[in-house]
């Protein structure tokens, strides 16, 4: 099957991209344009008319890239024509009327570079990282992700887990062989070694989904305190409904923003009071599971009259900023007991303080990003395949302690095998070829 699809982004524009990958290929850019395929990865002037009828439909630019060596790993052509969509679709619509060839699937083309083996998996979603990154913070992770620094260092952990392996393996299976008299001693070193890099990668801050995902900031407090008022302020736009009556919002609205190079998603929930009405309760029940995620809370207040619940003295922990907004209606000090809390007043009516506000979250987004070389884990499923590793190495120890190695073999295989996924490389024929380097068996 041939697939195809535009690759650079729809509507007007300069220059329009149609990727064309599979072994119809060739066919298609013969058909497109009456001629051979060009010399490979040499741009070609040719003129580009409908399948059948010959009619011009644009004069472009034609890549052409055999396979093994392209993208996929297979017979591949890109077609450079103008931008307009009527020409986008006269192209696409002619493709399709090809015998094989059908429109690409969202990251078909990554997925059959992957399924080739031109990329591995942590590269593959680095690309699409890449394509989504919005700051140069998330660029900056991607490009280090696609150099390949985080998979090879999870390939180095797999071969010498592979190596333990390997070891643990022959004591199992040829118990009768001459092996190194110091191999236990040397399979409890390796793998204590591996267990400690493994936990290095783990404490991390979680800093690499922060930087991938967006730092998350949750604006929390009672009705009517100006929450909303503080994320149409920060957005610049009007991301939520302003009123003075209590209640306008009820679900949970939220806003993608870069502070100073920072992806942040920041959210507004309803305001936290008692309630009866079915519907604000769910927004609060959201509210507060908001506040459990979020990496920073910022929970406003009114200065005239704050309101503080059991529950909103509950949110103002070390991960929490007290935001004493509407500065301009205080007749008063505010209460000793609320100056000694890390807060900020601000009149958000007066554009009072502000600047201080978004200093304080400035500071907080530094402290959390902190970013190092080390940081290799950017998603979820990376961490969650690194702690499940840790725990059949864990158990793989303790097996092992009480010489019962079949079990501790299969919590190695495990363990093993959850790196593997890590970069989608799994490969258990790896160990027998281990075996053979290492020892002179059956010699």
């Known amino acids: 099957m041939t697939i195809f699809a535009l690759s650079t982004g729809p509507g007007i524009s300069g220059v329009a991209i149609i990727r064309i990958s599979g072994e119809g290929s060739s066919k298609v850019v013969e058909s497109l344009t009456g001629k051979k395929v060009p010399r490979p990865r040499v741009a070609t002037l040719r003129k ?11 004069e472009g630019i034609i890549l052409w890239f055999p396979g093994p060596e392209s993208y996929t790993g297979e017979d591949m052509a890109e077609i450079q024509v103008h931008g307009s969509k009527a020409v986008v679709d006269a192209l696409h619509f002619s493709i399709s009327q090809i015998e094989n060839c059908r429109l690409a699937e969202p990251g078909e083309f990554t997925k059959l570079a992957f399924q080739n083996g031109k990329i591995n998996l942590l590269k593959a979603e680095s690309i699409a990282d890449l394509i989504s990154s919005e700051t140069e ?7 280090k992700i696609m150099n390949g620094k985080a998979a090879d260092q999870f390939n180095f952990l797999r071969e010498k887990l592979l190596k333990i392996l390997s070891h643990v393996e022959a004591k199992i299976d040829f118990p009768d062989e001459d092996l190194p008299n110091n191999i236990m001693d040397e399979i409890k070193n390796d ?91 769910k927004g609060i029940k959201l509210s507060l599971n908001r506040a459990e995620e979020a990496d920073l809370k910022l929970v406003v207040v009114e200065a005239k009259s704050p309101d503080f619940t059991d ?36 009149s958000i009516k007066d554009n009072k303080n502000i600047d201080e506000l978004i200093s304080k979250i400035k500071n907080n987004l530094k402290n959390k990003f902190i970013t190092s070389d080390d940081i290799l884990i950017t998603r979820e499923r990376h961490r969650q395949h690194l702690e499940q590793c840790l725990d059949h190495l864990n158990n793989f120890n303790q097996k092992n302690e009480i010489e019962d190695f079949d079990k501790a073999a299969e919590d190695l295989r495990l363990a093993t095998r959850h790196l593997g996924m890590i970069v989608g490389k799994v490969d258990v024929e790896e160990i027998l070829g281990s075996i053979f380097n290492d020892f002179c068996i059956g010699k």
């Open 48 to 58: 580009i008319r409908k399948i059948n009828t010959s009619e011009l439909i644009d």
């Open 191 to 281: 793998s204590n070694e591996v267990i400690k890099k493994i936990e290095k990668i783990l404490n991390d801050q979680k800093v690499g989904e922060r930087i991938r995902e967006g730092f998350k900031i949750a604006i929390l407090g009672p009705t009517n305190a100006g929450k909303s008022s503080l994320i149409n302020y920060l957005s610049n736009r009007d991301v939520a409904i302003v009123s003075e009556i209590a209640g306008t919002t009820r679900d949970v609205i939220e806003t993608h923003l870069s502070i100073d190079g920072y992806p942040v998603i920041i959210s507004d929930t309803a305001g936290i009071r008692e309630s009866k009405d079915e519907i604000e309760k």
């Open 137 to 143: 913070i998330q660029r900056q992770q991607a490009i």
């Open 311 to 346: 529950v909103l003295k509950g949110l103002l922990d070390e991960n929490a900023i007290l935001v004493i907004n509407k500065s301009d209606l205080l007749e008063k000090e505010i209460d000793l007991e609320i100056k000694n809390i890390n807060h900020v007043l601000i």
